[in-house]
Every structure is written in structure tokens, then in C-alpha cells.
T-cell receptor, first 112, second 114 residues
Framework: GENVEQHPSTLSVQEGDSAVIKCTYS??????FPWYKQELGKGPQLIID?????GEKKDQRIAVTLNKTAKHFSLHITETQPEDSAVYFC???????????FGPGTRLSVLP | DAGVTQSPTHLIKTRGQQVTLRCSPK?????VSWYQQALGQGPQFIFQ???????QRGNFPDRFSGHQFPNYSSELNVNALLLGDSALYLC?????????????FGPGTRLTVL
């Protein structure tokens, strides 16, 4: 089955700097890759997603890139703010409506 | 627009007992998926319901069962609770025939098994 790895497990950056989180997946049939942000005591919140027919997608300070050949995708956060501090999860799924396989998460801390 | 809601928020049970968790999907959604999130880990897929039928199932024993109602809400039942069932249980809703794969999560139910 699908396996998703995520690095780093923890990341600390200074406010205003950029943060990058990388994920790799094993199943070349996967075609949808969402990113979720989870704050303490809350459920995961979708922040951005990308499909396999697109190489890059951007939404204000957040961007995601996908390399299908290498089977990896990355989350980029620019101009980080303290409120960006949370656990970030990547996920992969194969078909429309199918379940997600999540990575183990990255704890991001933005230091003021 | 109401998002995904779950009840209860917290629950404490003892080993061997049974528990029922509830989920109401986001307005307009017809598909509900359940995930288990152990402390410090990513969510793991339990099963998915659409049109009141279980459509997919992850690697969870038969002690985990579910139901979907005509109004698209859903229940997760766990029998014969084990200590290892302690986790955050997340419900996610989506539209089966809509924007593919986009799932929105509820706040979760924290289950503690003593």
C-alpha cells in the first residue's frame, strides 16, 4: 500500500523566515496531495492541495510543489508568523473520494 | 455555513466497554470518513460511508463499525475497548461527486480508555 514519509519532524524558524516541509510517497498511482495544519486540541485544517496534473500551486504565503517523477511534494511557507506554529501533515490519495494516507507530521515553531 | 461537527468532545471509558461517536458532515456533503489519530502521529483511515454503505475500510478490526443515516450524519462504534484504542477520533466529510478528494475535518472526539 501507499507509504508517505515526511521531513523534518520538527522545524524552528525565526519570524519572517521561510519554512519548507518535504514529503515523499511510494505509490505512483497517487494523484491528489493535500496539506493540513493542526493546532493543539483541534482537527486538521486544509490549507492547500495539489493534483498530479499540476506542478506548483500558490495561495498567498503558502505554496506547494510536486515532482511526480521523484514522487515527492513540498510545502513552502514564506514570511512566517507566530500563528503559523502548528503541526503540519501531508497526505496522498489515489482516486476521487478515496481515503488519505497521512505522513507522520512536522511540528513547526515560529519564534518571535 | 456549518462545518463538520462531532460529539462528544471528550469521553472516558474502561476496557471492555463499548462507545459510540457521532459526526455531522459539512452542509452539502454526502460522504463521511473516520480516522484514528494516536498521540504524536498522523491520522489513520478507519472507514468511509456514502449512501449509507461502507465504501472502503482501512486496516482496523471488526470491533470498529459504523453507520450512516439518511441525513448523511454518521456514527462510529467501537466494541470491547482496549487501552490502545485511546486516541483522537476524527470525522471528515466530502462530496462524493464534487471537487475530488477534498476532505474537511471536524474537531475530533478524544477517547481515553482506562
Amino acid at each position: 500500500g501507499e507509504n508517505v514519509e515526511q521531513h523534518p519532524s520538527t522545524l524552528s524558524v525565526q519570524e519572517g523566515d521561510s519554512a519548507v516541509i518535504k514529503c515523499t510517497y511510494s505509490d505512483s498511482a497517487s494523484n491528489y496531495f493535500p496539506w493540513y495544519k493542526q493546532e493543539l486540541g483541534k482537527g486538521p485544517q486544509l490549507i492547500i492541495d495539489i493534483r498530479s496534473n499540476v506542478g506548483e500551486k500558490k495561495d498567498q504565503r503558502i505554496a506547494v510543489t510536486l515532482n511526480k517523477t521523484a514522487k515527492h511534494f513540498s510545502l513552502h511557507i514564506t514570511e512566517t508568523q507566530p500563528e503559523d506554529s502548528a503541526v503540519y501533515f501531508c497526505a496522498a490519495s489515489k482516486r476521487t473520494g478515496q481515503n488519505f494516507v497521512f505522513g507522520p507530521g512536522t511540528r513547526l515553531s515560529v519564534l518571535p | 455555513d456549518a462545518g463538520v461537527t462531532q460529539s462528544p468532545t471528550h469521553l472516558i471509558k474502561t476496557r471492555g466497554q463499548q462507545v459510540t461517536l457521532r459526526c455531522s458532515p459539512k452542509s452539502g456533503h454526502d460522504t463521511v470518513s473516520w480516522y484514528q489519530q494516536a498521540l504524536g502521529q498522523g491520522p489513520q483511515f478507519i472507514f468511509q460511508y456514502y449512501e449509507e454503505e461502507e465504501r472502503q475500510r482501512g486496516n482496523f478490526p471488526d470491533r470498529f463499525s459504523g453507520h450512516q443515516f439518511p441525513n448523511y450524519s454518521s456514527e462510529l462504534n467501537v466494541n470491547a475497548l482496549l487501552l490502545g484504542d485511546s486516541a483522537l477520533y476524527l470525522c471528515a466529510s466530502s462530496l462524493w461527486a464534487g471537487a475530488p478528494d477534498t476532505q474537511y475535518f471536524g474537531p475530533g472526539t478524544r477517547l481515553t480508555v482506562l
